[in-house]
């Protein structure tokens, strides 16, 4: 049986727009503001050539009580709360477990989901720098699992999409047989299941960078985009370019130069999502200076040719994801294995720095990122609780914020995932449900939680 952990934080500061502030989910009485880093060089160079059942999180806690509501008692209830008698509750609609492999896990090793068009979940595992591709239905039943022969070796997954056909995009990189490195691109048709096309692209090295690609984005039915960071023929600066593929066969089209700047050694893999008024958007790190690393976040015209705005992020962006009413959100955290903090920024091309969240959580590993119809983002992070004389298992800090930066609520699942560097994904159903997916006692395991309110 499930439990839940007591620990709940209590009411969490809610910013207005254009402020930046700090929101404590450890300590109840917060912290300070703290301002946002100004932008950096990191700009474009004109000389060089182109080229998401049984009783689950709610189930009780320690005390007997379900996670209460946990929202700024002066603010109106935002679409998705309770009313103030009720508590709210994630309730499991199922739970897949797939199978322990001969091996253990790496720090690297991970699992992403993503909630395919017919209802579906596609998991993808990562394990010893191989992927497994698995698909489950509405119900969460496997409908068939495919180990993918990869041109690299170790082979690092970045992050899962859908092309408008409803095929799978997979994006990654890693060291080709050679041992040098290339970014990974793929689409697969899921009802055969059907490999269409893996392609890899050579990654210029360099000193002082891990050369890495990032997202795979559709332009449209027949052209994607991947922002890759590669070295220079200068020691200690890097490039940002972004690949462009035929959508059909998956060759490399194009190389088009973005920017260039200080190299940012191993830091998070470039993302990038088309928004819905059709600007392509792209974070990467960047160096202000002679300051420590940071983040900048770009939108581009259709063609991924022509930088039209840009943002400056306290840290570089680990997530990234947008929303239908044209907003950008972006989710940072301090390098390393534990943090205490998350840097949570929503922008649009005509405001890229629209609001800024500081919310000072314990964490261990990266958290997950997705945003809902309501333009209302989700956070899950892992953390381990720390109670006196007591030996806790990890636990999951779910939040749901608002499209404006308030929170709308949050709560603590008893899921303990294991600790690896991506420990947790998450993917939102078109009513709002929540798909998780992670390694559990070295498993791969996915469960659907749907939210609701129990009152009375």
Not at 188 to 202: C, F, K, M, R, Y
Not at 405 to 413: Q, R
Request: net charge negative; hydrophobic share 40%; aromatic share 4%.
């Amino acid at each position: 049986m499930r439990v839940l952990l007591s620990w709940v934080p209590r009411w969490l500061l809610a910013l207005p727009l254009g402020c930046a502030g700090a929101v404590s989910l450890d300590d109840p009485e917060g912290s300070s503001g703290a301002p946002m880093s100004g932008a950096g060089p990191f700009g474009a160079d004109p000389t060089r050539d182109a080229e998401g059942g049984d009783q689950g999180g709610s189930e009780g806690s320690l005390d007997g009580d379900a996670p209460k509501l946990d929202v700024a008692p002066d603010l109106p209830l935002p679409p998705g709360s309770c009313d103030p008698d009720c508590q709210v509750e994630l309730t499991t609609a199922w739970t897949y477990d797939g199978f322990a492999g001969p091996l253990g896990l790496d720090p690297d090793d991970r699992v992403q989901v993503i909630v395919d068009p017919e209802g579906g979940v596609m998991v993808a595992e990562q394990r010893q720098g191989a992927i497994t591709l698995a698909r489950l239905d509405a119900y969460g039943q496997e409908l068939w699992t495919l180990p993918l022969a990869l041109p690299c070796a170790p082979c690092r997954l970045v992050e899962l999409g859908l092309h408008p056909s409803g095929d799978l995009l997979l994006a990654g990189h890693g060291l080709d047989l050679g041992g040098s490195p290339v970014a990974l691109a793929a689409r697969i048709e899921l009802g055969g299941p059907n490999v269409e096309w893996i392609t890899s692209t050579a990654l210029v090295e360099g000193r002082g960078i891990v050369p890495r690609a990032g997202s795979l984005v559709v332009r449209d039915e027949a052209r994607l985009f991947q922002p890759v960071l590669e070295g220079s023929v200068r020691d200690g600066l890097e490039w940002l370019d972004l690949l462009a593929y035929d959508a059909a066969s998956g060759e490399r089209v194009s190389t088009s130069p973005l920017a260039n700047g200080l190299a940012s050694g191993d830091a998070p893999e470039p993302r990038a999502a088309r928004d819905s008024t059709g600007w392509l958007v792209v974070s990467h790190p960047a160096w202000p200076g002679v300051a420590s690393l940071t983040g900048m976040v770009l939108w581009l015209d259709a063609d991924g040719t022509q930088v039209v705005a840009t943002g400056t992020r306290s840290e570089p962006s680990r997530r990234l994801v947008t929303d239908s009413a044209g907003r950008t959100l972006t989710l940072g955290q301090p390098p390393g294995p534990t943090s205490s903090a998350l840097f949570l920024d929503s922008g649009r091309v005509q405001q890229p720095e629209e609001w800024s969240l500081l919310l000072a959580l314990s964490t261990t590993g990266h958290p997950a990122l997705a945003v809902d119809g309501y333009g209302h983002a989700h956070i899950l992070a892992r953390f381990e609780p720390r109670v006196p004389d007591q030996v806790v298992d990890p636990a999951v800090q779910v939040m749901r914020w608002s499209e404006v930066g308030d929170l709308v609520w949050t709560l603590v699942l008893s899921l303990a995932l294991d600790d690896v560097a991506d420990p947790v994904s998450l993917s939102l159903t078109p009513a709002g449900d929540l798909v998780i997916g992670g390694f559990v006692a070295g498993v791969r395991h996915v469960e659907m939680l749907r939210p609701g309110c129990r009152c009375g």
